[in-house]
């Protein structure tokens, strides 16, 4: 893997450990994950660590179907989950497959290496 994109992820992968939006199985994988770089389970620990974010990341038809639903309301309280469905109806409109918090904007730039990954 090129030093650069390694230097990448693990830039995005502290960004996604300190995402307040962060699930805490993500967040397990992540510091996991950087504590093995360089070692000689840094390709196992890389492919467990993919799979988790593959996981992780909401999709905006998924981020709109929670926001709609009354486990959304109850997370983000029922006026604020509105807005956040409205939001990811604008993502989606302007062709974005992904949430856009924190934790799935660091996410997704990591899948986006992940050729380069493994």
């Known amino acids: 893997m090129k030093a650069e994109i390694l230097q990448f992820v693990q830039e995005k992968?502290?960004?996604?450990?300190?995402a307040p939006t962060c699930s805490a199985e993500a967040r397990k994988?992540?510091?996991?994950?950087?504590?093995?770089?360089?070692?000689?389970r840094e390709a196992e620990e890389t492919k467990a660590y993919l799979a988790e974010l593959e996981e992780d990341i909401v999709t905006?038809?998924?981020?709109?179907?929670?926001?709609?639903?009354e486990a959304g309301a109850a997370v983000f309280g029922a006026d604020h989950a509105?807005?956040?469905?409205?939001?990811a109806r604008e993502l989606k409109a302007a062709g974005a497959a992904y949430c856009d918090c924190p934790a799935c904007a660091a996410v997704e730039a990591i899948l986006e290496k992940k050729e380069f990954l493994l």
């Open 13 to 18: 992968t502290k960004e996604l450990i300190q």
């Open 29 to 40: 994988a992540a510091e996991q994950w950087l504590a093995l770089v360089g070692t000689e």
């Open 60 to 69: 905006v038809d998924g981020l709109i179907t929670f926001a709609e639903s």
């Open 82 to 87: 509105k807005e956040v469905a409205a939001h």
